[in-house]
């Protein structure tokens, strides 16, 4: 069993940057492909970006790409999204997961964290 805790939510200016952080329990964190997701007010959980076990392979949507970075320390089970340039819409809970090998982040991800707020003020 993986326990995710993410950290670093807040309210910020549109325009501004945060930096989340997702903080991982258990023994194999560097085996799992890692994935941020948000849900905004009445709209569905989306995808944000994810991260190979490796750290090599990243990917994002559409509309974060460019603005906002993902990366991880498996030595300190953590994973970390850089937010900048942000803008009113990127407002919603973000939420850390995991997917063990072999399993899509995408659609198949197998453990979540509880979510942290982010606030963005226009």
């Known amino acids: 069993q993986v326990q995710l805790v993410e950290s670093g939510g807040g309210l910020v200016q549109a325009g501004g940057s945060l930096r989340l952080s997702c903080t991982a329990s258990?023994?194999?964190?560097?085996?799992?492909?890692m994935g941020w997701f948000r849900q905004a007010p009445g709209k569905e959980r989306e995808f944000v970006a994810g991260?190979?076990?490796?750290?090599?392979?990243?990917y994002y949507a559409d509309s974060v790409q460019g603005r906002f970075t993902i990366s991880r320390d498996n030595a300190k089970k953590s994973m970390y999204l850089q937010m900048n340039s942000l803008k009113p819409e990127d407002a919603a809970v973000y939420y850390c997961?995991?997917?063990?090998?072999?399993?899509?982040?995408?659609?198949?991800?197998?453990?979540w964290g509880q979510g942290t707020q982010v606030t963005v003020s226009s």
């Open positions: 997961a995991a997917a063990r090998s072999g399993r899509d982040i995408l659609t198949m991800p197998d453990y």
């Open positions: 258990g023994r194999t964190f560097s085996t799992y492909t």
């Open positions: 991260l190979s076990w490796s750290g090599d392979s990243s």
